[in-house]
């Protein structure tokens, strides 16, 4: 493989010539991607946004007249992370759908190519922001002593609102970017606006960099958004206009008494979207994002039932298998699973990362089939934004909203060889506490792995053979420095660190122990 400037040669056996994405021998992961039918109009900006979510873009090549791009990622571990979270949904850039696959190229070298300038200026404006040497464009710079752009709450607008937006719909386009945990919705001058909170500022600069100015719906219900001055938010009921969702406890505030926790998810769910759609057949959505996959409307009487909205409107999201799944509800439908080895304890620890997992039911005559049931609506649409597309024993898992409301546990005597398995009452739930600082260490899998809670007598070794007899190959470890019952331990992949993590939570490891591991989003 050469690595000369890359030609557009090995492009040229009619791949790109009206064949469906789904015809193509695919290419071995690279770090390279290969992006084609990119609106001409589209900015360098706009194509990075499509890989900030998943790590550093190292480099990038735009083809106007080809309408094809190449992006570089830092590490081939990001692309495939990309690859598959857009696989089973299409991105969309100014409403037209994006195809992504590896590229023949190994890495991209520009240096010598005209027009890169533009795609350079793109690039390192980016990577300032992410080591937080520069204020975005129109972040407030009169913060005093915070370096502008730091904050993880952001300033929202819409503009022609046309049509109603809810806190819900705000719930699930910025869940994109990370994780949301407190959302308050209010009007001034006349104008809806929201203040939304993250666990960490740099989703927040993701998140403004690719949704500032776009539409939420076709021509309409524009967003402006900004750093806000407040660095947290405080939130002190739980309704319609305002969620805090690391605490299903607070009040609605309206007199009725704080929720239980089941009507906590049918309630403060992203994705419960009623009626105000049903009257929106002509605003289809323009952001393509995957986490709408909530957009058919529940019989809403008198409405247009499912909106008639068409497939490219929906940017794929109606093509997923299994889709009819319900709205805001708390049931995962989980395919492609490897039946030899999968186990409900299995699927309990990897989807109890994103939520407290209270049933898992293998399907008992199609073993690569399972029903996760988490505590609400919120954590399922976590668990499947976080792990759809990761691989797991050899498989790409795919999950998906159930249509089933709950998993129903065996009638007594009913053969079920330990396929259902009721965990709602387990000791190892990461977020039974309200306002659990683990709600803020949500990350998506990664080759890195945060352990925690390890006695003072195990040492590095221990450590490293405990993960290499579990069949991983150890990268790199390192004990924090401030705190030594806590280290970070890189592996050799996404899938690795997911089996370790499945296999080695809770492991006892003496003087009473259990060590506790998480996904980072720090690497060694």
Request: aromatic share 10%; glycine share 8%; hydrophobic share 40%.
């Given at each position: 493989m050469n690595n000369s400037s890359p030609s557009i040669g090995v492009y040229a056996n009619g791949n790109d010539n009206k064949k469906f994405k789904g015809d193509r021998p695919p290419c071995s992961p690279s770090r390279v991607l290969h992006l084609r039918k990119i609106p001409s109009d589209v900015t360098e900006a706009e194509v990075i946004s499509l890989g900030l979510p998943f790590g550093k873009v190292t480099n990038l090549l735009m083809l106007k007249g080809k309408s094809q791009a190449f992006l570089e990622m830092a590490s081939e571990e990001a692309a495939i992370t990309m690859v598959n979270y857009y696989t089973p949904v299409t991105p969309h850039l100014r409403s037209q759908p994006i195809f992504i696959q590896y590229s023949n190229h190994r890495e991209l070298k520009t240096d010598n190519l005209p027009n890169q300038a533009r795609a350079q200026a793109a690039l390192q404006a980016v990577s300032a922001v992410q080591s937080g040497n520069l204020a975005l464009p129109g972040a407030p710079t009169n913060e005093g002593t915070m370096l502008p752009g730091q904050s993880p709450v952001l300033r929202i607008i819409i503009e022609?609102?046309?049509?109603?937006?809810?806190?819900?719909?705000?719930?699930?386009?910025?869940?994109?970017?990370?994780?949301?945990?407190?959302?308050?919705?209010?009007?001034?001058?006349?104008?809806?606006?929201?203040?939304?909170?993250?666990?960490?500022?740099?989703?927040?600069?993701?998140?403004?960099?690719?949704?500032?100015?776009?539409?939420?719906?076709?021509?309409?219900?524009?967003?402006?958004?900004?750093?806000?001055?407040?660095?947290?938010?405080?939130?002190?009921?739980?309704?319609?206009?305002s969620r805090d969702f690391t605490r299903l406890d607070l009040p609605t505030g309206d007199g009725h008494p704080s929720l239980e926790s089941p009507m906590a998810a049918a309630f403060?769910?992203?994705?419960?979207?009623?009626?105000?759609?049903?009257?929106?057949?002509?605003?289809?959505?323009?952001?393509?994002?995957?986490?709408?996959?909530?957009?058919?409307?529940?019989?809403?009487?008198?409405?247009?039932?499912?909106?008639?909205?068409?497939?490219s409107a929906v940017t794929g999201r109606m093509a997923i298998p299994g889709a009819g799944g319900i709205p805001g509800n708390s049931v995962l439908l989980v395919t492609n699973l490897n039946p030899d080895l999968i186990t409900p304890h299995g699927l309990f620890i990897l989807f109890g990362v994103y939520g407290d997992v209270h049933r898992v039911k293998i399907m008992f005559n199609k073993k690569e089939n399972a029903l996760v049931q988490m505590a609400d609506a919120n954590q399922a649409?976590?668990?499947?934004?976080?792990?759809?597309?990761?691989?797991?024993?050899?498989?790409?898992?795919?999950?998906?909203?159930?249509?089933?409301?709950?998993?129903?546990?065996?009638?007594?005597?009913?053969?079920?060889?330990?396929?259902?398995?009721?965990?709602?009452?387990?000791?190892?739930?990461?977020?039974?506490?309200?306002?659990?600082?683990?709600?803020?260490?949500?990350?998506?899998?990664?080759?890195?792995?945060?352990?925690?809670?390890?006695?003072?007598?195990?040492?590095?070794?221990?450590?490293?053979?405990?993960?290499?007899?579990?069949?991983?190959?150890?990268?790199?470890?390192?004990?924090?420095?401030?705190?030594?019952?806590?280290?970070?331990?890189?592996?050799g992949s996404v899938e690795e660190a997911i089996q370790a993590l499945i296999e080695l939570h809770n492991h006892d490891l003496g003087e009473n122990h259990h060590l506790r591991v998480s996904f980072s989003k720090s690497t060694i």
């Open positions: 022609n609102l046309f049509y109603p937006v809810t806190l819900e719909v705000l719930h699930q386009i910025f869940s994109k970017f990370g994780t949301v945990l407190k959302i308050i919705t209010f009007t001034k001058n006349n104008q809806f606006q929201a203040l939304l909170q993250y666990a960490d500022p740099l989703n927040a600069q993701y998140a403004k960099m690719a949704l500032d100015g776009q539409n939420i719906y076709n021509a309409c219900c524009t967003l402006r958004i900004d750093f806000s001055k407040l660095t947290s938010l405080n939130v002190k009921y739980n309704n319609d206009k403060g769910a992203p994705g419960i979207i009623s009626s105000p759609y049903a009257g929106a057949a002509g605003f289809a959505p323009a952001i393509g994002f995957p986490q709408a996959t909530g957009l058919s409307v529940p019989g809403v009487p008198g409405a247009l039932g499912p909106l008639a909205l068409t497939s649409q976590l668990a499947m934004n976080h792990l759809n597309g990761q691989r797991l024993y050899g498989k790409v898992l795919r999950a998906t909203l159930s249509k089933h409301q709950a998993v129903q546990l065996p009638r007594e005597g009913q053969e079920d060889q330990g396929l259902t398995k009721d965990f709602s009452n387990s000791p190892l739930h990461r977020f039974k506490k309200p306002g659990s600082k683990n709600f803020q260490n949500i990350f998506p899998p990664s080759a890195t792995l945060h352990l925690s809670n390890i006695p003072p007598s195990v040492t590095m070794d221990d450590l490293k053979n405990l993960f290499t007899e579990a069949g991983c190959s150890v990268k790199a470890f390192k004990f924090f420095q401030k705190d030594r019952k806590m280290a970070l331990i890189q592996l």
